[in-house]
């Protein structure tokens, strides 16, 4: 251990040495670093670089293998997140930790000390989002809201408890353009106050923009620590990966055949008060097509997810059409048995049982449908080990996940890898019609182009893709149409080179003819 003095008398934190071991693996191996007061701090590195290890050490979620946490010059242990919240340290997680059933003041409750009332709570809260422009209804119930308005919750109950370090994994990789400017503005709030930020992202772009430093982390250790306003997203990449990322080659240039997906006047009906209803949606994919639907969160998104995939059958069966069956009554086992293929949007708890290893998951999404691939014969099939070992094996090195054993629980992989694998899994089954919604949610450049390079690929082979985002860089990545959801309507559909970014902000804002006629005047 070094003497604390060290570091620079004024440094909020300091961070030595610390280490973190899963098993012989360092997640995080001897890692240095100094939060000034009043600082946005990036902390930048690829998918699995130990990034949300690091920060689970400062919250107290993690207990370090070895090193040492400094605040305000005191080496301090932090024990839990309790302690943290105590210490003056807050934080946003990658992966909320709300309860769906509760009201959004019910889930504030929960980290606050027993006694308060809700009212009180629900009054701060409200008084906080306000002030820090983030609109939020403490009485909405958890399970009706956008995955950018859960957020919101878990920023305002971090700041309930006037933290002096805010730490944010991954904030801006499920907002819109303009959330993310929404939260840049908090955040500017956060620092002119004095507060300092520790953010964790992976758009390049969006650091320089508003970080005053940046380290960068690769295979859990420091690899250099930057201006990053001195750099450009080009040095600052090769420093997170090492080499350039690859850009995707669009989808352009396809042939498109048949129609493989069809919603036809699809109604559904709000199923809670919060909800979105679908009012009279109609689309059409063909073979070779990816289409990419835009939007800000809660427009409907889910709704449309739900509805396509058969999480939610819906009264009309012509409603929805696959490859010519009409399916709209019927749930996702009977879609996916005709070649249909989804990735919803929550992957944790929803795509993949976090406790269970990779191969162990892929069982289970396969068994519903192609249940001989895995299963052996007869009414009580048996797994075929070795087979569903291949195909963990084959879907990880197509997509090049990473991760610390042959087959380790789908918990312990980084959420961009965890990502690729769910998107391998379902590419592996070769589908003719494949839906995802947040394709890259929480992704990292390097891992983001690969599924989409992915997808596109997909496509160009002759299925038909329909992509759910609201990340319009990757909606010009992959589209070969774009459309826009808003309200539960969706606007017709344009051939990705007519759109602009102006025109699906019109779009996403309501103004669907103006934008869609000046789209169609641009052919
Ligand atoms: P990042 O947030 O930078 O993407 P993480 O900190 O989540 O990366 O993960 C760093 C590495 O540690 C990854 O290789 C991941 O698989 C591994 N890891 C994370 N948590 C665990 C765990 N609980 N058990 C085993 N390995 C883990
Ligand atoms: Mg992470």
């Known amino acids: 251990m070094k003497p604390h003095d060290m570091s620079r008398p004024d440094a909020l934190l300091s961070v030595r040495k610390l280490t973190k071991l899963f098993g012989s693996f360092a997640a995080c191996d001897g890692i240095d670093i100094e939060i000034q007061p009043g600082e946005i701090h990036a902390l930048l590195g690829e998918n699995g670089a130990g990034k949300s290890t690091l920060v689970k050490m400062l919250f107290g979620v993690l207990t370090p293998s070895a090193g040492q ?3 305000k010059g005191q080496p ?23 309860f769906e059933a509760l009201t959004v003041a019910e889930n504030i409750a929960l980290s606050l000390d027993p006694g308060i009332s809700l009212a009180r709570i629900s009054d701060e809260a409200a008084a906080l989002s306000h002030a820090y422009g983030l609109p939020l209804d403490p009485k909405a119930h958890v399970a009706d809201l956008s995955v950018g308005e859960r957020q919101r919750i878990e920023i305002v109950r971090a700041l309930l408890q006037n933290p002096q370090l805010i730490i944010l994994d991954e904030p801006t990789s499920v907002l819109t353009p303009q959330e993310a400017d929404r939260l840049f503005e908090t955040l500017a709030k956060l620092k ?26 690769r295979h859990g250790k420091v690899t250099g620590a930057c201006d990053p306003k001195r750099e450009t997203p080009a040095s600052l990449a090769r420093m997170m990966v090492g080499n350039e990322v690859a850009t995707v080659s669009a989808a352009g240039t396809t042939t498109r055949g048949d129609v493989l997906l069809q919603a036809r006047n699809l109604n559904v009906p709000a199923r809670t008060p919060f909800a979105v209803s679908l009012k009279n949606l109609s689309l059409t994919v063909r073979s070779g097509e990816v289409l990419a639907i835009a939007g800000v969160a809660g427009n409907g998104q889910s709704e449309l997810f739900d509805a396509l995939s058969g ?18 009554a019927s749930g996702i086992t009977a879609r996916r048995l005709i070649g249909a293929s989804f990735v919803p949007e ?47 094996k084959r879907i990880s090195a197509a997509m090049d996940v990473r991760k610390s054993g042959e087959d380790p629980p789908a918990g312990s992989l980084s959420g961009g890898n965890l990502q690729k694998f769910i998107v391998g899994r379902e590419l592996d089954r070769q589908p ?92």
Request: aromatic share 4%.
């Open 311 to 328: 999480e939610y059958p819906v009264a009309d069966n012509d409603a929805i059409r696959i490859r010519d069956h009409a399916v709209g």
């Open 69 to 71: 946490i400094v605040w």
């Open 346 to 392: 929550e992957r944790h708890g929803h795509a993949a049982v976090t406790g269970m290893s990779l191969s162990d998951n892929l069982v289970l999404a396969r068994s519903q449908s192609d249940r001989r691939a895995f299963l052996t014969g007869g009414p009580l099939g048996i797994i075929r080990h070795k087979i569903v070992r291949e195909a963990a």
């Open 432 to 523: 003719s019609v494949m839906i995802v919604n947040q394709p890259t949610w929480g992704v990292d450049a390097g891992a983001a182009s690969r599924i989409r390079q992915a997808l596109v690929d997909l496509a160009k082979s002759g299925s038909a893709v329909l992509v759910i985002s609201q990340d319009l860089d990757e909606i010009f990545e992959v589209a070969t149409e774009i459309a826009v959801i808003n309200e539960g309507r969706l606007s017709n559909a344009y051939p990705a080179q007519d759109m602009t970014r102006e025109k699906i902000g019109l779009l996403m804002g309501g103004a669907h003819d103006k934008a869609g006629a000046e789209a169609q005047h641009a052919h």
């Open 76 to 98: 301090v242990r932090i024990g839990s997140p309790g302690e943290a919240r105590k210490t003056g340290i807050g934080m946003v997680f990658q992966h909320f930790s709300l």
């Open 192 to 217: 002119a106050e004095g507060r300092s930020v520790l953010y964790i992202s992976h758009r390049l772009e969006e650091v320089q923009r508003i970080c005053d430093r940046a380290t960068v982390l």
